[in-house]
């Protein structure tokens, strides 16, 4: 069983800057892709960021040039680094770990952390 926890959420002004935090219980460069998901109330889960194996990132249009993913190997731990950020990006973060198999997908996830920026 896979277990992640995520830390470093809390309350931030807009325009301030968090790091999250996700450390898993296997070794992270077993993971296919690891990612980073939020929940604002009343909506749908977004993805908001994601590495590969490979080191390939993606993020969504809205974080582009604001949020950084990464990871360190060493510490089976993926970051996401937060800039600039704005009331629109309050919500759960959550971290998010997925295995692909010839013939299946499995994802797992945390538990979830709670970044809240104030205007």
């Known amino acids: 069983q896979v277990q992640l926890v995520e830390s470093g959420g809390g309350l931030v002004q807009a325009g301030g800057s968090l790091r999250l935090s996700c450390a898993a219980s296997v070794r992270i460069f077993s993971i296919n892709r690891a990612a980073w998901y939020r929940q604002a109330q009343g909506k749908q889960r977004e993805l908001v960021a994601g590495i590969t194996s490979g080191g390939s990132t993606d993020y969504a249009d809205s974080v582009k040039g604001r949020f950084t993913i990464s990871r360190d190997n060493a510490k089976n731990t993926v970051y996401l680094q937060m800039y600039g950020l704005k009331p629109e990006d309050t919500g759960v973060y959550y971290c998010?770990?997925?295995?692909?198999?010839?013939?299946?997908?499995?994802?797992?996830w945390g538990q979830g952390t709670q970044v809240t920026v104030s205007s």
């Open positions: 998010n770990a997925r295995f692909l198999t010839t013939w299946s997908t499995n994802d797992y």
